[in-house]
T-cell receptor
Framework: EPEVTQTPSHQVTQMGQEVILRCVPI?????FYWYRQILGQKVEFLVS????????KSEIFDDQFSVERPDGSNFTLKIRSTKLEDSAMYFC???????????????FGDGTRLSIL | RKEVEQDPGPFNVPEGATVAFNCTYS??????FFWYRQDCRKEPKLLMS???SGNEDGRFTAQLNRASQYISLLIRDSKLSDSATYLC?????????????FGKGTKLSVKP
């Protein structure tokens, strides 16, 4: 079964450093997402992406965050100057459709655990 | 008011038990509904979509009540492998792309 893959599985970074999290969505999917989950809390939406543009972003996704699809397969999340509170599990997801009216689900990668020291 | 609220849990049940989870959502324009399960420190995995007429997948039955803005999940004949956190998830109308809104989840522990 095709799956979303994320690298690295664990990233440890000093506060203030830049970090790039990488994702390879399922190949025929067109819609991409990033979510995060702080330990012990719920999964929170960060950003959605379609046709090389951000479709929607949450208030968490401030100027320190950016996303890119640099080639036909990768989808990256960059945090420019990391803060302690950025420590979380970051999940990439992809879907074939938007899910708004079709119940097409989003499929999640197994996440990158980001630890800011 | 929280967008998606779930039973706080945890639910501790013996193998073979029937267990029900409830969920309410605040946005009446919500269009799509799902149950995901999440194992400890793992990614959310789709368990099932929830349709207006209710739907069943083996031991799992999901119900949706739009008037009450209420979703349920019933698990029959619980297995040890059902132990996980069950996440109620909705997609709300108004977004250009269906970003998921998660509940905090209800933890289920099935004991031998």
């Amino acid at each position: 079964e095709p799956e979303v893959t994320q690298t690295p599985s664990h990233q440890v970074t000093q506060m203030g450093q830049e970090v790039i999290l990488r994702c390879v969505p399922i190949s025929n999917h067109l819609y991409f997402y990033w979510y995060r989950q702080i330990l012990g809390q719920k999964v929170e939406f960060l950003v959605s992406f379609y046709n090389n543009e951000i479709s929607e972003k949450s208030e968490i996704f401030d100027d320190q965050f950016s996303v890119e699809r640099p080639d036909g397969s990768n989808f990256t999340l960059k945090i420019r100057s990391t803060k302690l509170e950025d420590s979380a599990m970051y999940f990439c997801a992809s879907s074939e459709g938007t899910g708004l009216y079709t119940n097409q689900p989003q499929h999640f990668g197994d996440g990158t655990r980001l630890s800011i020291l | 008011r929280k967008e998606v609220e779930q039973d706080p849990g945890p639910f501790n049940v013996p193998e073979g038990a029937t267990v029900a989870f409830n969920c309410t959502y605040s946005n009446s324009a919500s269009q799509s509904f799902f149950w995901y399960r999440q194992d400890c420190r793992k990614e959310p995995k789709l368990l099932m979509s929830v349709y207006s007429s209710g739907n069943e997948d083996g031991r799992f039955t999901a119900q949706l009540n739009r008037a009450s803005q209420y979703i349920s999940l019933l698990i029959r004949d619980s297995k040890l492998s059902d132990s996980a956190t069950y996440l109620c998830v909705v997609i709300a109308y108004g977004g250009s792309q269906g970003n998921l809104i998660f509940g905090k989840g209800t933890k289920l522990s099935v004991k031998p």
